[in-house]
């Protein structure tokens, strides 16, 4: 049975809530870099002995990835043909759709290319990095990618435009659900865009603590 347009967005809705949820707690992680070596390799080790569980949760985090993905590209396109739909009607009625609206799609194809080359970068790469001659793990291949300005530019970057995604990202959430009021939309707005600049900021953190340290 096909999904309505409504339904579409509420599962859009659900799964980037869920994605949201993993990149908070990823951040969380990353943070255990300011804390040292010891902190950092303890916590992947601690993932990687979750053996089945952590492949059951990686499954799951791609399947809402291409849940996600998918049902927001096919929204788009039905958008584009239809010229106009409930929910342009409300943003329309409300006031312009904002900067991070009107990128939405070009963020994502960015945010999905940064997640390939930063699986392909850290999550499958040998876990090994040489600091002072000395091995020191995830934690030293963290450190050593980073320590080149041009990689710790191309991270910057995709922080930015998760910044940009996640500001436009949560007021559609909320709004999706019926928990957005016109006269409310910009307090929304606002905080939707705290949240989005202050994830951002603090995972371009790390990679500029690296290049201010190492």
């Given at each position: 049975?096909?999904?309505?347009?409504?339904?579409k967005k509420q599962l859009v809705a659900v799964t980037g809530?869920?994605?949201?949820?993993?990149?908070?707690?990823?951040?969380?992680?990353?943070?255990?870099?300011?804390?040292?070596?010891?902190?950092?390799?303890?916590?992947?080790?601690?993932?990687?002995?979750?053996?089945?569980?952590?492949?059951?949760?990686?499954?799951?985090?791609?399947?809402?990835?291409?849940?996600?993905?998918?049902?927001?590209?096919?929204?788009?396109?039905?958008?584009?043909?239809?010229?106009?739909?409930?929910?342009?009607?409300?943003?329309?009625?409300?006031?312009?759709?904002?900067?991070?609206?009107?990128?939405?799609?070009?963020?994502?194809?960015?945010?999905?290319?940064?997640?390939?080359?930063?699986?392909?970068?850290?999550?499958?790469?040998?876990?090994?990095?040489?600091?002072?001659?000395?091995?020191?793990?995830?934690?030293?291949?963290?450190?050593?990618?980073?320590?080149?300005?041009?990689?710790?530019?191309?991270?910057?970057?995709?922080?930015?435009?998760?910044?940009?995604?996640?500001?436009?990202?949560?007021?559609?959430?909320?709004?999706?659900?019926?928990?957005?009021?016109?006269?409310?939309?910009?307090?929304?707005?606002?905080?939707?865009?705290?949240?989005?600049?202050?994830?951002?900021?603090?995972?371009?953190?790390i990679p500029v603590y690296v290049l201010l340290n190492f």
């Amino acid at each position: 049975m096909a999904l309505s347009t409504l339904q579409k967005k509420q599962l859009v809705a659900v799964t980037g809530l869920g994605l949201v949820g993993f990149v908070i707690a990823h951040l969380t992680g990353n943070f255990l870099i300011f804390k040292g070596a010891d902190a950092l390799n303890d916590y992947a080790k601690f993932l990687h002995d979750l053996g089945g569980l952590l492949w059951a949760a990686r499954i799951g985090l791609i399947a809402m990835f291409v849940i996600h993905m998918g049902l927001t590209a096919n929204l788009v396109i039905n958008k584009i043909k239809a010229r106009g739909s409930n929910y342009a009607k409300f943003e329309n009625h409300a006031q312009k759709p904002s900067f991070s609206a009107r990128i939405m799609p070009f963020s994502g194809v960015v945010i999905l290319a940064y997640v390939i080359f930063h699986l392909l970068d850290f999550t499958f790469a040998e876990k090994s990095g040489i600091i002072n001659g000395v091995d020191q793990g995830l934690y030293g291949l963290v450190v050593t990618s980073f320590m080149d300005p041009l990689h710790s530019a191309i991270y910057i970057i995709a922080m930015a435009f998760l910044g940009l995604h996640l500001s436009h990202s949560l007021q559609s959430i909320f709004q999706t659900f019926g928990l957005v009021s016109v006269n409310r939309l910009n307090t929304i707005r606002t905080i939707s865009t705290a949240i989005g600049v202050g994830i951002a900021v603090a995972y371009s953190s790390i990679p500029v603590y690296v290049l201010l340290n190492f």
